[in-house]
């Protein structure tokens, strides 16, 4: 089917011009499989942007943790996709669950910001996933299907989306799901895929896990068969990221 493995690190609010330099000089000397077995995509904080462009080996790739929902103009504080592929950022990282649930960022707002961002051409990592509660009462498919159902019906060509799962209640906590829990998900999204988009969307988008993957845990998980990569947060930041890279072997 011929689904590269993706590695994406998202580094959230996080760091100093000094740490983010040498995140950076430990990710370039790391020895991972080459760019034809794994996408490895790292998503700075946005001041952080032309310094990390700057400073990384171009085998890896950059996102933006964010963008605005349309074109820039009169909205103070935000960051337009134009803006993004002015600077030559080919990836965005959208509906974030920090996002969705600090910011309120609705199914529809997040659908609207995937749509945008890739009619100018950006690349985009499209994040669905559940909390704990939603999950205890057993509707986990249910709203991770009204998200990815948000973005569908507002895009025909999935070719440049990544579908990132990521349980809230993983996120950040140290509570990783099982990979039967991750593949039961992934399996399921990629069913959900078949039937309302088409079967090639289903068989080539790649949906990949997020949750305190670990340089520990993430072998078994991408052993999963619809496991296509990672999402990786608190260990992006950390020399155990490059271990995360090589679990695509
Ligand atoms: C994330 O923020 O996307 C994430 C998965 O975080 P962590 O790996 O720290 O759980």
């Known amino acids: ?29 790391g020895e991972v499989p080459s760019e034809d077995v794994v ?8 001041v952080f942007l032309g310094l990390v462009k700057g400073l990384l080996k171009p085998d ?20 337009s996709a ?7 950022i080919p990836w965005v990282i959208l509906g974030h669950s920090e996002r969705r649930l600090i910011l309120n960022e609705s199914n529809d707002f997040v659908g609207d910001k995937v749509a945008y961002a890739l009619s100018q051409g950006l690349k985009v990592i499209a994040c669905v996933g559940e909390t704990l509660e939603q999950r205890e009462s057993g509707s986990t498919m249910d709203v991770v299907a009204a998200q990815t159902k948000a973005i569908a019906e507002r895009i025909s060509n999935w070719e440049n989306v990544v579908l990132a799962y990521e349980p809230v209640w993983a996120i950040g906590t140290g509570k990783v ?14 069913k959900w895929l078949q039937v309302n988009t088409s079967p090639e969307v289903a068989a080539t988008t790649r949906i990949i896990y997020g949750g305190s993957v670990s340089g520990a845990n993430c072998k078994e998980l991408a052993a999963q068969p619809d496991v296509d990569g990672f999402l990786v947060g608190g260990a992006s930041l950390k020399p155990e990221f490059i271990d995360i890279i090589k679990s695509a072997e």
Do not use: D, Y
């Open 1 to 29: 089917m011929g689904r590269k493995f993706f590695v994406g690190g998202n580094w959230k609010c996080n760091g100093t011009a000094e740490e983010v330099k040498k995140i950076v000089s430990t990710l370039n000397a």
């Open 39 to 46: 996408e490895v995509v790292v998503s700075p904080p946005f």
């Open 60 to 79: 890896f790739h950059i996102a933006a943790q964010n963008c605005w929902v349309k074109k820039g103009g009169a909205f103070t504080g935000e960051v």
């Open 82 to 88: 134009e803006m993004l592929i002015n600077l030559g």
């Open 177 to 190: 799901a099982s990979p039967a829990q991750a593949q039961e998900v992934h399996f399921e999204l990629r």
